[in-house]
Structures are given as C-alpha cells and as structure tokens.
C-alpha cells in the first residue's frame, strides 16, 4: 500500500541504451513531479504534471520524456543514456495544504550508467 | 547559482539535547518553506512548513523559525532522538500555491544515545 511507487528501485546500463522508469501514486493527488538527486546530492525538478498536462518543464535535455497517461502515473523515459545521467531520480505527487504543496516522495530509482 | 543553502553539512548531538538546523536562501520572492527529512535508500518524508507571513511554525518536538529580513529559517528538534538522524532538506517556492521548489543540499543530522 505505498503511497507513491517507483520502479525499478535499481537500473544499470551501458552509455547509449534507452530506459523507463515509472511511477504511481494511490494518494489521489493530481499533481505529479520528477526530481533528479545527483552526485552533489542536489534535489533538482525536472518536470511536473497537473492532471496529466505538463506544467513544468526545467531545462533537461530531450533525451527526457515524460509521460503521465493518467494523474496516478507518470513515467520518465530517457533515451540515449549518458554517463552524468547517473542519478537518483525521485518521483513525488503533491496536495495542498494551507496554500503550500507539500510534496510526498517515492523511495527513488538509482540509475547508472556505465 | 544555488538559491537555497544549507551550509552545515552534518551535526552531531547528544539524545535529549537540541538539533538546530539552518537554511539560507537568497530570493527574496521566496515565501513558503518546507523541512524534509530522509532516511537511507526512501525518499524525502515531510516534516513541517512556514509561510513568510510567519516567524514560528510548532508541530510536536520540531519548530521551525523563519527571518525574512536575514533570508534565513532554522528547524529546532526538541528533545533529539536517536531516531531523528537522518539527512534533513530545506526547500522553497515562490508563491502559493506553486509547484516548484528549490531544495538546499541537505544536512545530515547523528543524534548520539
């Protein structure tokens, strides 16, 4: 019964592959987002959906493709894996409270690539 | 150019005593505030926000203060325990009711038995 659900929890590949990692929350939230962990433990947005429309979109490479077929999932497709897409990458969903969204987590997806 | 910092990178503390964890952040447009904490190999779990149209938010054994003139918020773990250690995030966003938040790099905080 995990609120937010990311699979696989570990990913490793070589340097040009293409890989999904997916994400589904149960929490009813209409809000969902990707975050990328790197290295320097910096947690940085890279994208959100609100509904299953795109409403952020940080600058990521277009090697990153979202897709959210419905508001419980939304997957991260990257294509043509590099070696600095080694990263842990968070999904969360979001609901507000007292007017701040406040962001429930996935347990991650560690992705290196070799 | 990072907009949220958290510049002490560990803390140690003994059991019972007070944890002060601290936040700068640069953007003044910034106005709601959010603690996470994570454990090891699980995402960041919510602990307690603040809006900038206050100066103390309580919730149990965690406060978190907010100076806006010095662009700086602490998180206060009162007692500490053994369980608290763990890494603690700080994060901001510019309006309510955004969907973006910048995370500072993190603390971690051991607190000692």
């Known amino acids: 019964d995990t609120a937010v659900s990311q699979t696989p929890k570990y990913l490793v590949t070589q340097m040009g592959n293409d890989k999904s990692i997916k994400c589904e929350q149960n929490?009813?939230?209409?809000?969902m987002y990707w975050y990328k962990q790197d290295s320097k433990k910096f947690l940085k947005i890279m994208f959100s959906?609100?509904?299953?429309?795109?409403?952020i979109n940080e600058t990521v490479p277009n090697r990153f493709s979202p897709k959210s077929p419905d508001k419980a999932h939304l997957n991260l497709h990257i294509n043509s894996l590099e070696l600095g897409d080694s990263a842990v990458y968070f999904c969360?969903?979001?609901?507000?409270?007292?007017?701040?969204?406040?962001?429930?987590f996935g347990a991650g997806s560690r992705l290196t690539v070799l | 150019d990072q907009q949220v910092k958290q510049n002490s990178p560990s803390l140690s503390v003994q059991e019972g005593r007070i944890s002060i964890l601290n936040c700068d952040y640069t953007?003044?447009?910034?106005?709601?505030f959010l603690w996470y904490k994570k454990y090891p190999a699980e995402g960041p779990t919510f602990l307690i926000s603040?809006?900038?149209?206050?100066d103390k938010n309580e919730d149990g054994r965690f406060t978190v203060f907010l100076n806006k003139s010095a662009k700086h918020l602490s998180l206060h773990i009162v007692p500490s325990q053994p369980g608290d250690s763990a890494v603690y995030f700080c994060?901001?966003?510019?309006?309510?009711?955004?969907?973006?938040?910048?995370f500072g790099t993190g603390t971690r905080l051991k607190v000692l038995a």
């Open positions: 969360a969903s979001s609901l507000q409270v007292g007017g701040a969204n406040v962001l429930t």
């Open positions: 929490l009813g939230h209409d809000t």
């Open positions: 959906y609100n509904n299953k429309e795109l409403i």
């Open positions: 953007n003044s447009m910034f106005d709601y």
């Open positions: 603040i809006s900038s149209i206050k």
């Open positions: 994060a901001a966003s510019g309006a309510s009711g955004t969907y973006k938040y910048i």
